[in-house]
C-alpha cells in the first residue's frame, strides 16, 4: 500500500453496519480517519474501533450547528486538508492518486468530487443524476457548510443533508476521477432516508417561495458554478405546477433515464413519489405558518424530553 496521504477523512454516522466496512477501506490510504456517530445502535461503534479510527459520539440539541459543521468546528484534525465521505461512499484508488497530488498544489483551497451514483446495483448515468459535483476536498479551516434554515424541521436528523460547503473568497477545482456512491441497504431505507429528507426539502421550497433570506449560503447564480447553477434552476423549479408528472418526465425522458434500463425506470418513479411528498408537506408549511409536524405536547414535555449538547469521543 501507498504511504499515507496527509487528509483527515471525516465521515458523519448513524447505524450504517451495512456501509462502514467498504468505506472505511476505501480511505484507508489517509493520514486519519474521523467517523462522528449519532450514538448508533447497531455494530457501527464496533466496526469502527476495530477499523482504528477515530470514533466520536456527537448528541445534536436541535440547533445550528449540525454534525458536519460542529466536526469542522470541534474536532482536532492534524492535517490542513479534510475529506467528507458519507458512509455509502467510496473513494477509489485513482481517485487516491489524484487527491495525493492535488493538495500539493498552493493555487487551490478546495476541490469539487463527482458521484457516481448506483442504484439497484446499476450506474445511474442519466436522468441527470451525472455528473453530480460535491464540494468535499478543502482546506479545513476555511470551508463551512451554508445554513439553510432547516435545523428545527422534525425528523430529518442531526446530519446535513444536501447543504453545500461555503469557501470564502477561495479558489476551487475539480477533480477528474469519480468518487462511487452506493447504499448496501434494501429500498426500505432508500424510501425511509427520502420521506426524511422530503421534510428538509419542503422546508428549503417553503423558504425559497416566502423570499427567506439567503444570507450564509451558496446562493444562486444562473452564471456561477455548477451548484449555484442548480440552486438558481431550483427557485423555478418550486413555482411550477404538476411537479411530481414533471419530475419524472425531466428523468425519464429529457434527460434520457430510460437508457439505464429498469434501474432507470424505478428511480424515475421513485424521485416522483419523493416531489409528491415534497409537495405535500409544503401545503401543510403553507397552512400552518412554516410549521410542519409540530405536535402538541402536555406542559412538562419540554422537561423530561430536553436534550444536552454534549459532545464526547468514544
Not at 411550477?240 to 418526465?249: D, G, S
Amino acid at each position: 500500500m501507498s504511504s499515507k496521504i496527509p487528509v483527515s477523512v471525516l465521515i458523519p454516522a448513524k447505524n450504517e453496519e451495512a456501509n462502514l466496512p467498504a468505506c472505511l477501506t476505501s480511505v484507508a490510504r489517509a493520514d486519519e480517519i474521523f467517523v462522528v456517530d449519532s450514538n448508533s445502535t447497531d455494530k457501527s461503534a464496533e466496526i469502527v474501533q476495530n477499523f482504528g479510527a477515530n470514533l466520536v459520539q456527537f448528541n445534536f440539541n436541535g440547533r445550528w450547528p449540525k454534525k458536519k459543521n460542529w466536526a469542522l468546528e470541534n474536532l482536532p484534525f492534524r492535517n490542513e486538508w479534510v475529506l467528507i465521505v458519507d458512509c455509502d461512499e467510496r473513494i477509489t484508488p485513482e481517485l487516491w492518486d489524484e487527491i495525493a497530488f492535488a493538495i500539493e498544489n498552493p493555487e487551490y483551497n478546495g476541490y469539487y468530487l463527482n458521484r457516481r451514483v448506483f442504484f439497484l446495483g446499476k450506474w445511474i448515468r442519466y436522468g441527470g443524476k451525472y455528473p453530480d459535483w460535491n464540494l468535499r476536498l478543502f482546506k479545513h479551516k476555511f470551508g463551512r457548510y451554508e445554513n439553510l434554515n432547516t435545523e428545527d424541521i422534525a425528523n430529518t436528523g442531526d446530519n446535513e443533508v444536501h447543504e453545500h460547503v461555503i469557501l470564502e473568497g477561495s479558489k476551487v477545482a475539480y477533480l477528474k476521477n469519480d468518487m462511487l456512491h452506493e447504499d448496501f441497504r434494501d429500498l426500505f431505507h432508500w424510501i425511509e432516508r427520502h420521506n426524511r429528507y422530503s421534510n428538509w426539502e419542503a422546508r428549503v421550497y417553503y423558504n425559497l417561495l416566502t423570499g427567506k433570506d439567503d444570507n450564509g449560503t451558496i446562493g444562486a447564480n444562473l452564471f456561477g458554478d455548477d451548484v449555484q447553477r442548480k440552486r438558481f434552476l431550483k427557485k423555478i423549479w418550486v413555482r411550477l405546477p404538476y411537479k411530481p408528472f414533471l419530475r419524472f418526465i425531466l428523468f425519464y425522458i429529457l434527460q434520457l433515464g430510460f437508457l439505464d434500463g429498469k434501474a432507470g425506470y424505478i428511480y424515475g418513479r421513485l424521485l416522483s413519489q419523493y416531489e409528491y411528498q415534497i409537495g405535500v408537506k409544503l401545503h401543510e408549511l403553507m397552512n400552518c405558518g412554516g410549521k410542519l409536524n409540530q405536535s402538541k405536547q402536555p406542559a412538562n414535555a419540554s422537561q423530561s424530553f430536553k436534550q444536552e449538547a454534549t459532545q464526547t469521543p468514544a
